[in-house]
T-cell receptor, first 110, second 114 residues
Framework: GNSVTQMEGPVTLSEEAFLTINCTYT??????LFWYVQYPGEGLQLLLK?????DKGSNKGFEATYRKETTSFHLEKGSVQVSDSAVYFC?????????FGKGTRLHILP | NAGVMQNPRHLVRRRGQEARLRCSPM?????VYWYRQLPEEGLKFMVY????????ESGMPKERFSAEFPKEGPSILRIQQVVRGDSAAYFCASSGDSSYNEQFFGPGTRLTVL
């Protein structure tokens, strides 16, 4: 079946550090891949997405590349800020639903 | 251009009472999804509805939970005879087509059962 596995948190980094949050997936067919972010007390917001192999999604300095050969969609940012502290969810979309990973909590220290 | 609206934002119920959670999808969206998020956990899919139809309810508990999305008005998630274990954040999302596009999430309803 379809599933998403992402690295467990919490991840704690200093401001301006490089961020990687790993995400791998198992899917039949050709899913879309997403990263969502949830700030404290809020709902999820789409951060970026990719709809086919080798696509790169990017937004707010975050990037992720759809790698079919490694079934991965790792999230990266070159220089994190305190305001990036949140929970990040990797997800895959099939015909009728989105399947979410368990989320990775990110803490950025000033 | 209003996003997905959910109300109430916070709901407190005593054990045995009923909880009704409402979701108005984004304008033009006809697909609605409900998710439950327990503290420190990810999102669990509950149900997927289109107007007047339940498409997938594989994540819904067999008893006490029901959902509808009538032709007019918001989608409703109804929990009868609530128990403490129902305390969670319930999120609604909507999409204009299938999940190949994206789902837009509401702010959630935080249910507390005393």
């Amino acid at each position: 079946g379809n599933s998403v596995t992402q690295m467990e948190g919490p991840v704690t980094l200093s401001e301006e550090a490089f961020l990687t949050i790993n995400c791998t997936y198992t899917a039949t067919g050709y899913p879309s891949l997403f990263w969502y972010v949830q700030y404290p007390g809020e709902g999820l917001q789409l951060l970026l997405k990719a709809t086919k192999a080798d696509d790169k999604g990017s937004n707010k300095g975050f990037e992720a590349t759809y790698r079919k050969e490694t079934t991965s969609f790792h999230l990266e940012k070159g220089s994190v800020q305190v305001s990036d502290s949140a929970v990040y969810f990797c997800a895959l979309g099939t015909d009728d639903k989105i399947i979410f990973g368990k989320g990775t909590r990110l803490h950025i220290l000033p | 251009n209003a996003g997905v609206m959910q109300n109430p934002r916070h709901l407190v119920r005593r054990r045995g009472q009923e909880a009704r959670l409402r979701c108005s999808p984004m304008k033009g969206h006809s697909h609605v999804y409900w998710y439950r998020q327990l503290p420190e956990e990810g999102l669990k899919f509950m149900v997927y509805l289109q107007k007047e139809n339940i498409i997938d309810e594989s994540g819904m508990p067999k008893e006490r939970f029901s959902a509808e999305f009538p032709k007019e008005g918001p989608s409703i998630l109804r929990i009868q005879q609530v128990v403490r274990g129902d305390s969670a954040a319930y999120f609604c999302a909507s999409s204009g087509d299938s999940s190949y596009n994206e789902q837009f999430f509401g702010p959630g309803t935080r249910l507390t059962v005393l």
